[in-house]
């Protein structure tokens, strides 16, 4: 029995949600987002709520059933507030601009990093050494924000690199004479 798939996606005001032809649309404030349903889970839409159970008693259907309950949380919860995931820049010269649907990144190579930003995704920058990628499309926001840190990974020995907001890295002691 999944934990978290037994509990309902509760649908706030001014958020509707429709089930058709396998496909799960949720309407809101924010946006519409979409999503394809498995034939392995059934989905129920009552009144103010979402219900997902397994359409039958497989293991696939079980293993299934905590993934989607989340993956339509994920639906609600974008239309509704959306995401942000927040990047730290860590080194002496490092630093980036937003420039309309461009990221400029300086990490030290000999060439400026220019991303263009995603349909459907916002990126600002309060300062210099921070980029805050918003949406209302989790994954995107999370790939995004992935192929951002993916230019400077953060280093154990200076520290210096690109890191999300709260991450911990491990420092290593440097070479002893």
């Known amino acids: 029995m999944s934990r978290i798939g037994k509990k309902p996606v509760a649908i706030p005001s001014g958020v509707t949600a429709d089930i058709e032809n396998d496909t799960l649309t949720v309407k809101g404030p924010k946006g519409v987002l979409s999503m394809g349903l498995s034939d392995l889970i059934a989905y129920k839409v009552e009144g103010e709520a979402i219900e997902v159970k397994p359409a039958n008693d497989t ?25 942000t995931r927040v990047l730290n820049i860590t080194g002496v010269g490092y630093r980036a601009s937003a420039q309309g649907r461009t990221l400029k990144l300086q990490l030290g190579y000999s060439h400026d990093v220019d991303l263009d930003v995603p349909e459907g995704l916002e990126v600002k920058t309060p300062d210099q050494t921070t980029i805050e990628v918003s949406g209302i499309d989790k994954q995107k ?32 002691e440097g070479k002893k004479k």
């Open 141 to 172: 926001v999370g790939q995004f924000a992935a192929e951002i840190r993916r230019w400077r990974k953060p280093e154990p020995y200076k520290g210096k690199g690109i890191r999300y907001r709260g991450e911990f890295v491990f420092r290593k």
């Open 59 to 83: 293991k696939a259907a079980r293993a299934f059933w905590g993934m989607q309950r989340t993956l339509v949380s994920n639906l609600v919860e974008g239309v509704t507030a959306g995401f």
